[in-house]
T-cell receptor, first 117, second 113 residues
Framework: EAGVAQSPRYKIIEKRQSVAFWCNPISGHATLYWYQQILGQGPKLLIQFQNNGVVDDSQLPKDRFSAERLKGVDSTLKIQPAKLEDSAVYLC???????????????FGEGSRLTVL | KQEVTQIPAALSVPEGENLVLNCSFTDSAIYNLQWFRQDPGKGLTSLLLIQSSQREQTSGRLNASLDKSSGRSTLYIAASQPGDSATYLC????????????FGSGTRLLVRP
């Protein structure tokens, strides 16, 4: 079974530029998550999708970050304009579904490492 | 607000030792707790998932326990090997409307040959 796919693995940009990350979840997984992991910290949830609807985006800096999940499968996360503090690893994860019927187990991709200069 | 703490932040042990990693959380109203492993430059690999009704889960040399009432979980690694060197993260899923995972900052483990 293929895992969660992410690209690009690495990206270096100047501040104020834009960047986009792509994620393809495990086949059949209805729930998709984007996490931000700053060096030395645990991951922090940015946005959670159930199919193509947003469940939670309370910690997404909406003035510069946007995400979409068209057709309820793959997803893109965009940052525009980037700031120095956006340097982090952006992790995508998926699970079968959210809610009480879900086992709750998340499966993560390899992550996209962003460096903002 | 749920907070997850992992102590110690870093640990170095000689090969063959049995070791315990600790995770504590402030709110016992959780749906489940999950332990992950993260190798440098890599994503997270799920190790064990414990539902709130369970006390422990085992996989090979790993055993995770959960004491929900005291807000604690431990990850026990038996007969450690250099290949176990990684960062270990625990995360809880609170019983609220979002069901989102709250992570600790991790314990960075080094197993010396």
């Amino acid at each position: 079974e293929a895992g969660v796919a992410q690209s690009p693995r690495y990206k270096i940009i100047e501040k104020r530029q834009s960047v986009a990350f792509w994620c393809n979840p495990i086949s059949g997984h209805a729930t998709l998550y984007w996490y931000q992991q700053i060096l030395g910290q645990g991951p922090k949830l940015l946005i959670q999708f159930q199919n193509n609807g947003v469940v939670d985006d309370s910690q997404l800096p909406k003035d510069r970050f946007s995400a979409e999940r068209l057709k309820g499968v793959d997803s893109t996360l965009k940052i525009q304009p980037a700031k120095l503090e956006d340097s982090a690893v952006y992790l995508c994860a998926s699970s079968l579904r959210s809610g009480a019927l879900n086992t709750g187990e998340l499966f993560f991709g390899e992550g996209s490492r962003l460096t903002v200069l | 607000k749920q907070e997850v703490t992992q102590i110690p932040a870093a640990l170095s042990v000689p090969e063959g030792e049995n070791l315990v990693l600790n995770c504590s959380f402030t709110d016992s109203a959780i749906y489940n707790l999950q332990w992950f492993r993260q190798d440098p430059g890599k994503g997270l690999t799920s190790l064990l998932l414990i539902q709130s009704s369970q006390r422990e889960q085992t996989s090979g040399r790993l055993n995770a326990s959960l004491d929900k009432s005291s807000g604690r979980s431990t990850l026990y690694i038996a007969a450690s090997q250099p290949g176990d060197s990684a960062t270990y993260l625990c995360a809880v899923r609170p019983v609220d409307s979002s069901y989102k995972l709250i992570f600790g900052s991790g314990t960075r483990l080094l197993v010396r040959p």
